[in-house]
């Protein structure tokens, strides 16, 4: 099986652009396979206790060559601040192949649609890709986006 292909089976898998993917949890093998198509970082937005989580998962990705960024994140409590390192690591590592996974993609889509909206100022449509396929946050999740949108509106007035 190529590692295309093995991609592909990881579940809720969404290539973003040539340098970004997204998935639900990977398991060992799908984490090797995300290492052979050239990935170069792997984030995980899942807590330890999700499902499907990898224990070792950390050591595991640098086993395979791959860095590793653990920013749990809540599925009930989700936070700004949690948003902005999400926003302020994907700024660093800008220019490096990409993987984020949380369980679902669910976390990770939305954060997704948060970075790229409000760091890459791309066009409302264009980033909500991968989320809208996935899903339409409610909730705390409808609540995060709009705090997001709230906390980058006054810092774009501020540089005004």
Request: hydrophobic share 45%; glycine share 6%.
């Amino acid at each position: 099986m190529t590692s295309e292909t093995a991609l592909l089976g990881i579940r809720n898998y969404r290539l973003v652009d040539e340098g970004l993917a997204s998935s639900g949890q990977p398991d060992r093998d799908q984490l090797s396979a995300i290492a052979a198509a050239g990935y170069e970082i792997v984030i995980n937005l899942a807590l330890p206790t999700s499902d499907g989580a990898i224990a070792e998962e950390g050591a595991l990705v640098a086993a395979l060559g791959m860095s590793y960024v653990h920013i749990p994140v809540l599925w009930e409590a989700p936070r700004l601040a949690d948003v902005l390192l999400f926003c302020a690591t994907m700024q660093a590592l800008r220019d490096r192949k990409i993987w984020v996974h949380c369980a679902y993609n669910m976390r990770v889509s939305c954060f997704l649609y948060l970075y790229r909206k409000h760091c890459l100022n791309l066009p409302d449509e264009t980033a909500r890709h991968p989320m809208c396929e996935l899903w339409q946050p409610d909730g705390a999740w409808a609540e995060l986006i709009e705090i997001t949108g709230r906390h980058f509106r006054r810092e774009t007035e501020y540089v005004s």
